[in-house]
């Protein structure tokens, strides 16, 4: 789950409006059946190199139709589509819907145990402060900027998150809080520790 944790972790940005997957709401066989097929599909990213760009995250939390279209120009699609089908899924597109709906849903169910983003000003002082420590230990300024990246990314993806949780669907919501043990230990934990949480019936 190596992958597919990291596209939730670090990118959970510029996600799109949800398609028509959004009707049904989350189950504990839905759900189940989503963590089989991210589990099925994590070879893909070692057969199509692509997938794992410095785009891929992003462009795969755009959710529905947007992440059917990345998959496609990755060269992974049949593949993909595949181990959807073989999990009771009818397109990639739906997953798509489910990255994004599971991601922004989890994502307010701790937004008030994470806190909020600093603001611009505050930015900017937190980044000059810590590319004088880089100057100052010898780093070149072309690298003391690149290692700068990290944070700047880091307080886009707080911003765009912040406006998303509110779109979040209260069902979806509900479902997440109820199990956030599960989520969490899905995302975070070694496959040979899966089964030590389980879902809600519902």
Known sequence: MIFFRHIIAT???????????AAKPLSKDMVERFFSTMEQAEVLAKQYPVLENEQGPSMMLQGGKAFEEYVKKSGAYADFLKIV?????SSVEEIGSLIKRITVAMYAAQAPQMGSAPDSEK???MLAQTKKQYLDAGLPEADAEKMLEPMIE???MFQMMNKEIKTADPADLAFVKKNIDYFQTRFSADDDDMAEEDLSAE
């Open 123 to 125: 930015l900017e002082q």
């Open 85 to 89: 089908k073989k999990n009771g899924f």
């Open 154 to 156: 880091m307080y886009e």
């Open 11 to 21: 990118s959970l940005m510029l996600l799109l409006s949800c398609s028509a997957m």
